[in-house]
């Protein structure tokens, strides 16, 4: 395994982070722990051991992970605590009292004295911020907390846009973030130069899933990233660049982590590796876009916050660029119908209500605003699921 110095915190961070959602018995409802059923329980904590016999010594997990905590708790007090970086993460809450009342919740169930990162689960939009870092709010609640010795360094996961992942990392209140990127969506780079200019550590949220679901890829995918598997590929692109210290593994099993394993070896080659993919992948994105669309499909695109409908353009127009270039229907779909459900990891809805509005004023400043329109249409057509 190799470590990278995460932020200001001086952990040694493995370039892996072992998830804590997908091995789990259920990542949404609580059960007692009567009712996990064994083989699942023995299945998590292989895998727990697996990561621990590569060099994994990061996991994470969350009080809204379903069974989680309670489960990872049943193995963690039987490994050596000091070798082991926890990272747990509490949804914020106008209440400060009910935040704190969960991550003890949380500490309960992991059968810890104290974790190592205390995360702040979603500030994705400015009125969490604000709530969070107001005077006797969240965050006054986490500093009391490190004095306590219950946390040792604190942060914050965002599916927020960039600008407010940005306002966020400038408070200068945080020692590391949680975000997205990765080769398909680098919209954030941005933001983690800013945390690198604070000195916080970065960690990158399930490139693997969210990044593509690349652990089942296209073929047409699979023949672009030859001769590295597209996972592969993802994690060398991320891990290429030092100003990233960890990438989520959300292993569901123990051989999970093998594929990811292979970049190691590959890390010192990346220069020599990448270009090739790269261009393979940039060449035939613009054989079906087409070279201008390529390379200004974004320009001048308001936010769905600034739209009529809230229709989340960008992302609609993202999504088919992916489908049409790459074959990405399946992670295109389920990307798109995520829109209807008010998820903050894909906020704005879906074009199913083009026909009501005029976008016109509002794509004015887009070198495509011609055909946007029929684009988004075409989209709707691809990837509604009904």
């Not at 996972?231 to 051989?255: R, W």
């Not at 794509?363 to 249409?377: M, Q």
Request: charged share 25%; proline share 7%; hydrophobic share 35%.
């Amino acid at each position: 395994m190799k470590y990278r110095r995460f932020g200001r915190t001086e952990i040694p961070m493995p370039i892996f982070s072992c998830g804590g959602m997908r091995y789990i018995y259920d990542e949404f409802k609580e059960y007692p722990k009567e009712q996990i059923p064994l083989d699942n329980q023995q299945n998590l904590e292989a895998t727990i051991r697996r990561s621990l016999e590569i060099g994994i010594n990061h996991h994470e997990t969350a009080r809204m992970y379903g069974t989680s905590e309670m489960q990872l708790g049943e193995i963690l007090p039987k490994l050596p605590r000091q070798k082991l970086i926890i990272q747990t993460k509490v949804t914020p809450q106008s209440d400060p009292q009910q935040f704190r009342h969960l991550f003890e919740q949380s500490l309960a169930y992991l059968g810890l004295d104290y974790v190592d990162l205390l995360t702040i689960h979603g500030i994705n939009y400015k009125p969490q911020l604000d709530e969070t870092i107001r005077p006797g709010g969240c965050l006054d609640v986490i500093k009391q907390l490190q004095m306590e010795g219950k946390v040792r360094f604190r942060g914050f996961s965002t599916h927020g846009p960039t600008n407010l992942i940005i306002k966020t990392i400038e408070t200068d209140q945080f020692d590391y973030v949680n975000l997205h990127w990765y080769y398909i969506n680098q919209c954030n780079w941005s933001a983690i130069e800013a945390a690198n200019r604070y000195d916080m550590g970065v960690f990158i949220i399930s490139p693997s899933d969210k990044g593509g679901m690349l652990y089942k890829p296209p073929q047409k995918l699979v023949d672009l990233c030859y001769p590295l598997s597209p996972m592969l590929f993802n994690d060398l692109f991320c891990l290429s660049h030092p100003q990233v210290h960890t990438l989520s593994l959300g292993a569901a099993k123990p051989s999970d982590f093998d594929e990811h394993l292979k970049v190691i070896e590959l890390l010192e080659k990346a220069d020599e590796i990448l270009p090739a993919i790269i261009n393979r992948l940039e060449t035939e994105a613009i054989a079906k876009l087409g070279e201008s669309w390529f390379h200004t499909w974004n320009l001048g695109l308001p936010s769905y916050q600034e739209t009529p409908g809230e229709i989340n353009i960008p992302v609609i127009l993202w999504l088919r660029n992916l489908a049409l270039a790459y074959d990405m229907f399946d992670f295109a779909k389920r990307r798109y119908n995520h829109l209807k459900t008010r998820d903050p990891w894909f906020p704005g809805n879906t074009a199913a209500g083009l026909s009501e509005f005029d976008l016109e004023p509002d794509l004015k400043n887009s070198p495509h605003r011609d055909k946007i329109v029929r684009i988004l249409e075409d989209a709707h057509q691809l990837f509604n699921i009904s």
